[in-house]
T-cell receptor
Framework: GAVVSQHPSRVICKSGTSVKIECRSL??????MFWYRQFPKQSLMLMATSNEGSKATYEQGVEKDKFLINHASLTLSTLTVTSAHPEDSSFYIC????????????FGPGTRLTVL | DAKTTQPPSMDCAEGRAANLPCNHS???????VYWYRQIHSQGPQYIIH???NNETNEMASLIITEDRKSSTLILPHATLRDTAVYYC????????????FGKGTHLIIQP
């Protein structure tokens, strides 16, 4: 399958700081990228969908001013958690696809964010 | 996305076939059945998907009932590395829409 990378794999930051997470599709052009969040012992929850060159679409309850998403190229999307608080501590996972209905998504390895 | 129902956990002996069931009785005609799995602390891994016909790839086989109300994922020769949470998802969006993950089935392969 196609390869999606995320960086960093782990990050620890102080409350009030901002953290940027990168998601890259390494061997295909990702028209669409998705950001999910997973709290301990829970399932993945979709946060937002981003299409290259367009503004991201956020799921209900996800603050777009807190979770800034940029999808400036067909191989890179970034998620910035602004003014992070301990409750933002979670496992953040991106996925990428060629944007075609009925095709699969390829997931990154995830980023473990811990806010102190 | 149609709701899917999976058993919360299953055990399987190493080397045997693991058969994971999924119920999706309200699936609509344009929704595919996708299977992903998540090994602890990693991102989900795509396994297989299908619409009506049975599908097979190098990882698994997918058997969909004729009425499409349920399906079974088959791992033909389970290994310890197949221990993971397996998610069955019904989606019409596939690569264009975000996926709705349920609680999945925690498959434990026993040595």
């Amino acid at each position: 399958g196609a390869v999606v990378s995320q960086h960093p794999s782990r990050v620890i930051c102080k409350s009030g700081t901002s953290v940027k997470i990168e998601c890259r599709s390494l061997d295909f052009q990702a028209t669409t990228m998705f950001w999910y969040r997973q709290f301990p012992k829970q399932s993945l929850m979709l946060m937002a969908t981003s299409n290259e060159g367009s503004k991201a679409t956020y799921e209900q309850g996800v603050e777009k001013d807190k979770f800034l998403i940029n999808h400036a190229s067909l191989t890179l999307s970034t998620l910035t958690v602004t003014s992070a608080h301990p409750e933002d501590s979670s496992f953040y996972i991106c996925s990428a696809s060629e944007g075609v209905i009925y095709n699969e998504q390829f997931f990154g390895p995830g980023t473990r964010l811990t806010v102190l | 996305d149609a709701k899917t129902t999976q058993p919360p956990s299953m055990d399987c002996a190493e080397g045997r076939a693991a058969n994971l069931p999924c119920n999706h009785s309200t699936i609509s005609g344009n929704e595919y059945v996708y299977w992903y799995r998540q090994i602890h602390s990693q991102g989900p891994q795509y396994i297989i998907h299908g619409l009506k016909n049975n599908e097979t790839n190098e990882m698994a086989s997918l058997i969909i009932t004729e009425d499409r109300k349920s399906s079974t994922l088959i791992l033909p020769h389970a290994t310890l590395r197949d221990t993971a949470v397996y998610y069955c998802i019904a989606s019409s969006g596939g690569g264009a829409d975000g996926l709705t993950f349920g609680k999945g089935t925690h498959l434990i392969i026993q040595p």
